[in-house]
């Protein structure tokens, strides 16, 4: 029985399209996985299936013992796991307050919260008040993120964190990384540029059409074995 | 003196419009429903009213106590219980469905209540009125418009300050990631359905005084709330109350040449704002 | 090497073909086997299987979900009097003018209610239907709110009863069968499989949207044209016009959206499937007068729920029936 999260051969369907092929991973509490593949591989569908967006059609999914297979969306972020999504999609009709604070409203308590969150990204005080998708694309990452940190998770799934940012800005978000991850909360990181995540990572799962090709840590695997994993060749 | 008159009458009854369109714009902006059977629960909630003062012996506008709660809990099930298994990005099963319900609504309140006119009779208010340089203004209608005020002015308040619209707005933008902000989404349509038949049991309330009213007359009021929808535009409830306005001075102007074209001139209105205005005189900015 | 053949047809639906022509003989010489009351039923008949196949084709196909249908109904019967009573026309050749009349009104009609998008051109359709029939309860030369019979000067140009009876039946066979034909090979044509294919994905509506934004207008005008042929028809049927009447959104169009809902939207297998139930229920159930109007919008709610491809629908996804095949089938030979 493991404290972490376990994933135990899932099986996942996005629409008629069968995404997963018995799907399994393990990931201790505090660590960071990588999840790494190319596009189609399955790994948003992964993230969904974990997170309940997507009910798997078979295999387990286990968080800190219990089964969650098939919970929707609204339970597993009370169990503690949250996801920033892909395209970041952020409540256009609230402001940045407002995305924040829907947020925390499960109640989970933990120390993260509002002035904690305008300490890690100070600019999203100043901007407060503005419709949370007027922000440049950065900025709307760092309430994505925040968002999710709001509900004092245990578990943060991170879906294409830095897709359509300015290097820069992947750069300044990937430097917070660790004052997020640090405090015991696991997380994995969805990510194009394979190295960064790597490099961010305690260990790594490579899928290729829905099968994981290769998986372990990053130092035990050379660049090239884990670029073949990628490429399915 | 009489046109300043005419179009005075019209603006108070436009409230009456807007009480009927709140609702269905509240619907609309919260789970993209267009609810068939919107007229017929105004008639239904009028129905409620009047079996309510059967029993209790209660003032019309007191009964509200009753049939808003009893109304709102009738639309937290019924969206629970039925609408919700027609959401789904599909147009049609919303709407058949809701047509469906118009009918059972209609034929049922004909079983129960016969076709003979009603009307809910509320004393002295409906002939009072205060006059000043020619002009008088009936306490009721004054009344209803200020209500139609206040009832617009609560609901912007509740969409844009309180958790419970931030939920809404939440859940609009995008159901899926609402839910994991422990949103449900079947719980909040269900909470704005019951909040848009609580503002429907006032505007039946108010039909219900105001003229007689039968189970046939539902879906003249759903076009009517329909007409102050689009001419104020869309997801713009200050917009609706003046689609209401505009509805009601048309149909006072074309009462006033000739009664058979009362309506007619509120359609014709209509049809000239979505021809020169296609989204309304106001529509809202971001969507 | 893998080997197949495409059909469309299936042995079902070429047994169904030829059982139809024999029907249709059968039927066409009614006149000379039948009671008048059995014509008149069967008339009927056709005329709710023409609306629901013409109502079908825009909601099922286009997704344009009229509920104001009734404005061409109304307006094919108001057109068919005015012809027959001021110009003198002869009150069948006043059928296809009406249907043309009314195709000319719905092309400015629908340069408005296409601007109301989804479920909201569904009431404006309604809204239309409004006008048209507030503005006929103001023709006081046609009776006003009260409406008004055909003259028996006019009657008599449709010759005798057994005559005028025989040629209404004649025309609302023909406009029955004929609106379930033209149906049937416009959804085989490019149109048809354009439609079609649009219904069935996302992804081909998005980047096909532009071209069929117009095919869409001209199919609403087309039916348009055609459901105030069909209202023409019914006015010569009842031999009277009336705004509430004619312009009946529950008479017009409800029963016939349960039809369809019933039957099974978007096949053409459906409305037809729709009419038999809807007739027998009425046969069996219309002494109980507002029940059965109960009656009959809870089914249409329990199916549109339990089995949202109506009777028909789920008949033919369990065992694979087609009687008018649409589509292409591929039979793999090893």
């Known amino acids: ?233 | 003196m009489d046109l300043i008159n005419i179009i005075l009458q019209g603006v108070l009854v436009g409230g009456l419009y807007a009480l009927f369109a709140a609702g269905l714009s509240l619907i609309f902006g919260v789970m993209r429903l267009v609810n068939i059977a919107h007229g017929d629960l105004i008639v239904l909630a009028a129905y409620i009213a009047m079996e309510v003062i059967r029993l209790s012996g209660l003032p019309p506008l007191v009964a509200l106590i009753f049939v808003v709660p009893v109304m709102a809990a009738f639309g937290y099930a019924l969206q629970r219980g039925i609408l919700n298994r027609t959401l789904g990005g599909d147009l049609l099963p919303p709407l058949l469905v809701s047509f469906g319900l118009s009918v059972i609504l209609q034929n049922g309140l004909l079983a129960v209540f016969t076709a003979d006119s009603r009307k809910l009779d509320a004393g002295v208010l409906e002939t009072a009125s205060v006059s000043f340089g020619g002009l008088s203004i009936g306490l009721l209608p004054a009344l209803m418009f200020a209500t139609a005020v206040a009832v617009i002015a609560a609901l912007q308040f509740m969409f844009y300050k309180t958790a419970l619209g931030r939920a809404f707005r939440a859940t609009s933008d995008d159901a899926e990631i609402a839910e994991l902000m422990g949103l449900d989404r079947r719980r909040v349509y269900a909470w704005a359905m019951a909040l848009c038949l609580g503002v429907v049991a006032i505007a039946g309330v108010f039909l219900a005084i105001r003229s007689n009213f039968d189970p046939f007359m539902g879906p003249g009021r759903l076009i009517f709330g329909f007409e102050a929808v689009i001419i104020g535009g869309l997801g713009n409830l200050w917009g609706t109350l003046a689609g209401g306005v505009i509805l009601g001075v048309a149909q006072g102007l074309g009462a006033a040449i000739d009664p058979g074209w009362q309506i007619l001139a509120g359609h014709v209105a209509f049809l000239l704002i979505l021809a020169i205005k296609p989204r309304g005189l106001f529509p809202r900015m971001d969507g | 090497m893998m080997q197949f053949t495409i059909s469309r047809a299936t042995i079902t639906s070429r047994i169904a073909g030829v059982f139809a022509l024999l029907l249709l003989v059968v039927l066409a010489a009614a006149p000379w086997w039948a009671s008048s009351s059995f014509l008149h039923l069967a008339g009927e008949f056709a005329v709710y299987l023409a609306l629901a196949t013409l109502w079908n084709l825009l909601a099922g196909y286009t997704g344009l979900v009229s509920v104001g249908q009734q404005a061409y109904v109304g307006l094919g019967g108001y057109i068919t009097f005015s012809l027959a009573l001021f110009l003198g026309v002869h009150p069948l050749l006043a059928i296809p003018l009406a249907g043309l009349v009314a195709a000319l009104v719905a092309i400015p009609v629908a340069s408005l209610v296409f601007r109301l998008a989804g479920a909201y051109f569904a009431i404006g359709t309604w809204v239309m239907a409004e006008v048209f029939r507030l503005i006929a309860a103001q023709a006081t030369a046609l009776g006003g709110g009260s409406g008004i019979s055909l003259p028996a000067t006019v009657t008599k140009e449709l010759g005798g009863k057994w005559l005028r009876e025989a040629s209404i039946f004649w025309l609302a066979l023909a406009l029955g069968a004929g609106c379930l034909a033209l149906v049937y090979l416009l959804l085989r044509s490019r149109i048809g499989l354009a439609l079609t294919a649009i219904r069935d994905s996302e992804v081909a509506s998005t980047s096909l949207g532009i071209r069929i934004g117009r095919v869409k207008h001209v199919l609403y005008v087309l039916v348009a044209g055609l459901t105030a042929m069909i209202g023409a028809l019914i006015s010569l049927q009842k031999l009277r016009v009336s705004p509430d009447a004619a312009f009946s959104v529950n008479d017009w169009t409800a029963f016939v959206i349960f039809i369809v809902v019933i039957g099974g939207i978007g096949t053409i297998e459906g409305p037809i499937i729709g009419t038999i139930v809807y007739f027998l229920l009425r046969e069996f159930l219309a002494d109980f007068g507002t029940l059965y109007l109960l009656f009959l919008g809870t089914l249409a709610i329990v199916v549109m729920l339990g089995a949202p491809k109506g009777l028909w629908g789920y008949a033919a996804e369990r065992f694979g029936w087609s009687l008018f095949p649409v589509g292409y089938r591929i039979h793999f030979k090893e």
């Open chain 1, 1 to 233: 029985m493991s404290d972490g999260l376990v994933v135990e051969g899932v099986e996942s369907f996005y629409g008629d399209f069968k995404a997963l092929h018995g799907v399994s991973l393990a990931l201790e509490p505090g660590k960071v996985l990588a999840l790494i593949g190319a596009n189609g591989a399955g790994k948003s569908t992964l993230l969904k299936s974990i997170c309940g967006l997507v009910s798997p059609k078979a295999g387990r999914v286990t968080w800190r013992g219990r089964d969650i297979t098939g919970l929707g969306g609204a339970q597993t972020v009370a169990l503690g796991i949250a996801l920033v999504p892909e395209g970041r999609r952020l409540f256009k009709s609230l402001s940045v307050e407002e995305n924040l604070i829907l947020g925390g409203q499960i109640g989970r308590s933990g120390p993260w919260g509002l002035q904690r969150l305008y300490d890690l990204f100070p600019i999203l005080q100043e901007k407060r008040h503005q419709p949370a998708t007027s922000l440049s694309g950065g900025q709307q990452q760092m309430v994505a993120i925040g968002r999710a940190l709001m509900s004092n998770p245990d578990l943060v799934l991170f879906d294409e964190l830095s897709l359509g940012l300015a290097p820069i800005v992947i750069k300044d978000i990937y430097a917070q990384l660790p004052k997020i991850t640090g405090q015991g909360m696991s997380a994995i990181l969805v990510e194009q540029d394979v190295t960064r995540a790597l490099n961010a990572a305690n260990q790594f799962l490579c899928l290729v059409e829905g099968r994981v090709s290769l998986s372990g840590k990053p130092q035990d695997h050379s660049r090239d074995a884990i670029s073949a994993a990628y490429f399915g060749t």
